[in-house]
């Protein structure tokens, strides 16, 4: 009874009036959900403290100042929570109209990368040289995937149909092939729990969601046993598992963020 009250009130936001304009659009803030407000603020937070805890000691032995890691993130969190306010006061109903053109811009960037415009290091082609910075589609992909498929399931009420749902997977697996192929293997799992959790949302059906589920599966022993995967993602995977397996090197960050929590 909780989670469809939740979800009604999501639905009401934006088409409250006050005054003849939509509540939302006239006053956003007061819709932001303060946990995750203070959630995120927490987090960044933390974060910046252990960005200095983790490099003050190293750069002060460089003769560095301490404190210039630690500036830097301060910086682009400001910058981040500058954003978010922007962002917050946007009513996100009108990214409904920018749901395609921006995923079909994301495969485009995606398909530039593997083109001759492509950035290589290390063994990975996952970026574009833009001037002084270097684009990584795929990250701008995790956010046109997220709205495309909201968008794509928002538009069939109640219970998906197989047909939907298969639409639905085509519209994650396009961009999953061409993240593969940079390799991004890290960004392929993020593709796939979006799919996971916004079949969920949008009211797929067990028996439906168990068949993906148990396919997801078959798919990972399948890759697993062709060795598809390179022996460093491998390294990953089996250092995410167990930290404890290599923990100079794989399981290194794993096993620290461990100690120090």
């Known amino acids: 009874m909780a989670f ?7 639905e009401r936001i934006g088409r409250e009036r006050v005054g003849g304009r939509a509540l939302a659009e006239r006053s956003p803030i007061r819709h ?24 003050s000691a190293r750069l002060r032995a460089q003769g560095t100042s301490p404190q210039y890691l630690l500036n ?13 306010v922007v962002v917050a006061t946007f009513n996100y109903r009108r990214l409904r109209a920018w749901a395609f053109p921006l995923y079909f811009a994301g495969l485009a960037l995606l398909i530039a990368v593997l083109s001759p415009l492509g950035a290589s290091a290390k063994g990975a082609q996952r970026w ?19 709205v495309a498929l909201a968008y794509f399931l928002s538009e069939r009420r109640g219970h998906p149909a197989a047909g939907a749902v298969v639409g ?54 399948g890759v697993l046993h062709t060795h598809v995967l390179k ?12 930290p ?18």
Request: hydrophobic share 55%; proline share 3%; charged share 10%.
């Open 4 to 10: 469809e009250g939740s979800l009604g009130r999501l």
């Open 32 to 55: 932001l959900d303060p946990t995750l407000l203070l959630s995120a603020l927490g987090l960044t937070a933390f974060g910046n403290l252990m960005v200095y805890s983790a490099s």
């Open 168 to 221: 639905a997977c085509a519209l994650v697996l396009v961009p999953a092939v061409l993240i593969f192929k940079q390799p991004d293997l890290g960004t392929l799992l993020v593709l796939m729990a979006l799919l996971l959790t916004l079949l969920v949302v949008g009211g797929t059906r067990a028996r439906m969601m168990l068949v993906i589920i148990l396919l997801g599966i078959s798919s990972v022993v």
């Open 72 to 84: 830097r993130q301060m910086t682009f969190s400001l910058i981040g929570i500058g954003v978010m």
């Open 231 to 242: 022996q460093y993602q491998l390294a990953r995977l089996t250092a995410f598992l167990d």
């Open 244 to 261: 404890s397996t290599d923990k100079r090197r794989t399981g290194y960050n794993l096993d620290q963020a461990r100690i120090a929590v």
């Open 128 to 146: 574009i040289n833009v001037g002084f910075f270097q684009l990584q589609p795929s990250e701008f992909m995790k956010l046109a995937v997220l």
